[in-house]
């Protein structure tokens, strides 16, 4: 392997790791959304929940008037 067949297989790995994590970020995102309609599979752990904004559980309700971010 030469130094360009080295370097090139280097950004191929670096955008296919990209491309995953964005791939994960997205479907993290929208698994926490559907949440807010069905049920909580946090268990009601609110803090760092992606869908917090929008949710209207009880957990969620409280947990943004106790940290004041309701809106
Ligand atoms: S905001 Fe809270 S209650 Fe709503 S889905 Fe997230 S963790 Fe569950």
């Known amino acids: ?26 479907l993290h995102d929208k698994i926490d959304t559907d949440n807010t309609s069905s049920g909580c599979s946090r268990s009601g752990v609110c803090r760092g929940c992606g869908a917090v904004n929008k949710c209207s559980r009880a957990e969620a309700l409280s947990y943004k008037r106790v940290t004041g971010k309701e809106s």
């Not at 370097?7 to 670096?14: A, D, I, S, W």
């Open 1 to 26: 392997m030469n130094r360009k067949e080295f370097l090139l297989t280097g950004c191929r790995f670096v955008a296919g790791a990209a491309f995953m994590l964005m791939g994960g970020y997205l």
